[in-house]
């Protein structure tokens, strides 16, 4: 397989029919990112908008993908129900070796089923089965019975599913991935509900010859040892992201109660430690990566009043996932954030963006300008129980109210009043509120990501204010980033996959040119990406932050609005240059 | 001679790394099928995780079946394959009482050679090079 022909599975969904297309550019677009930009400029179309069931939603993978640790994930691209225009969301599980063990570098769905439906693939299968009795249906229940609509390959196969929200066409929506992981951001779930597609399950059945040379297997056994037996990754195999809570507070950085504080003593209760102290059942993998980072935690329910008889849930969770429906809700109990977290993956809501939103119409009740007319329940701060009624609503589109602010915070605000609280950097804020870099970097990002670039990290080091310095470390740490998502390696793994890393991991796998080029290739998959952004409507000009970013104090002292305005015209300059010139 | 046992697969957190090195380092070949380790879930990811393997059967099952003597006997249970003699009947893969002999579309078959190579892979210690009886009774599978 390492012809310079990509072998893309398209499904017409329409028709219920596909074929394997060979499309030539593998030396230059890579795979993940490169690939399904693409893609996109093939099958896509940036004008017409997103829910246009002639545009395509793609799953894509890379070069490296299963051939060495943690290149494990799965890039999907779609147009936006958030903002309609080009973006990816990422995510791992088993997805990334079940698309190449099915025998493809990319999947690409076309049209609309005329009835909602699953999609089962394989190396040597491709059926469209119809699925109406899963209307409304969770996600988890979606993927339970999954597995009994389609049999065999336990373990070694990936189920995608979306929740209501998708079905709603929830721009919040995301689409669940082998229970615990997600393409989370910006929409898919919606552009699958939007293609009647409820699950699509991906059968890695396939076995491949391995690279002939003895340096693969010698190569495959270094990097597997630095990922396991060094600290590069320990952070992610101890604690899990959730060990940022307790260092994000003490930097005067995590966002309280919609951004109305960036430290409170009550973190205490939803540190990375407490988590595991008290609630971590297990922990899971990604296929490929021996980190394994994902946290799975519990819920109890106690089901009978009077007698004892309980129920469990297992529920993973992340630093982001609690940031967003923990402090930013003012909710301070661990099993309180496991509990709304449920309900976002049975709704199948992404959990950043659905706690953002949440916090916003929090602060809007406070301020008269929502009543329990559009809530529903009434919305304080660390009142977890209504928070999870609220979570349903949101994730159904239960009134108007709930429908509109599925579209995004600043849809509801424009609506109700209140966007100079909306904490919204082109999408609901991740949760740094580490000062101007990061909301300039993730106001402008590509996928408006906090690992689009390390704007949070450049922030908890950088005292001085020095706008082109910071800049430019957002451009020029960019290409890279696209290198690894091109690959497709987890992010988690950056420490690891140096470039020189990643050219000597391509050349004991067969691909000489690729390793000769990467600092080109990397720049030029990064141009591509802006490119489609901007064909598809991006204006960096025409994306304000909300006034709340401006009143924030974090340890460098009170927000600087100016440099913060400067650093944000600058970088939208900047990216605007990057599209613009020739070559 | 010591087989693979799988006496930790409590702590399995589906990493397929296992599979995979055994994949690569055993049977040269990039698959999660073409190994002598498979890892399931035994019912989605919430319930956990099982190893599929050869248990070391001693007389084992697939020897007896095999006519060709592609699968031979290994002293302390379990078998010795030699490919070139494998006419791809499939007879063995029936046989085996435990699921532990993998095929693929060519028809050619996969199984544990309890060779170790994989267990060095595993980051939670599940594999250990063992014996059967101590396996039986205390490992998991
Ligand atoms: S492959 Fe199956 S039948 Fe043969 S020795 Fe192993 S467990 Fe027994
Ligand atoms: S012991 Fe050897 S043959 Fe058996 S699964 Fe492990 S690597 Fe493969
Ligand atoms: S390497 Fe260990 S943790 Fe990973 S799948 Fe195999 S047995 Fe499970």
Redesign the pocket.
Known sequence: MNEDMFRVLLVNLGTGKGRVELIPGRSSALGGSGLAALLFTTYGDPVRPWNDVQQPFILAVGPLTGLFPLMSKTVSAFKSPYHNQYTESHAGGRSALALRFAGYDALVLQGQAATLSCLNISGHQLELKEAGFMAGMNALAAGKVMRRMFKGNSGHRSMLRIGQSGEVGSAMACINVDTYRHFGRLGGGAVLGNKNIKGIVIQGDGNYPLPENKGYPLLFKKVHEMVTDTDMLRKYHNLGTPANLESLNDLQSLPWRNLQQTADAQIEGITGERFADDTLLRNGACSGCPVGCIHIGYVRERFEEKDNRYLYRQVAYDYEPIFAVGSMLGVTKTFDVLRILDILEKVCLDAMSAGVALAWATEATDRGLLSRKETLVPLRFGDATSYMAAAMHLGTGSNEFYRLLGQGTLAAANSYGGSDFACVLGQEMAGYATGEVFFAAQALGFRHSHLDTGGYSYDQKHKEKDVDAAVSFLLQDEPGRCLLTSMVSCLFARSVYSEEMLAECLEVTGYPEMASNLEALGEKIRRHRWQLRFATGFNPDEITLPKRFYKVSTWKGPIDAAYLDTLKSEYGQRIRQLVEKEG | MKI?TTPHMDRCIGCHS?SL??AR??NKRFSWEA???RIESSGGLSSGFLAK?CLACDPAPCVAACPTDCLRQRPGGGVTVRRKLCIRCGECIDVCPVDAIAVDAAGDIYV????????AFCPHDCLEMGSAEIQNMEGEL
Do not use: E, F
């Open positions: 693979l296992c090195a055994c380092l055993v190994a002598g380790i393997r544990c050679l309890h060779c170790g190579r994989c267990v």
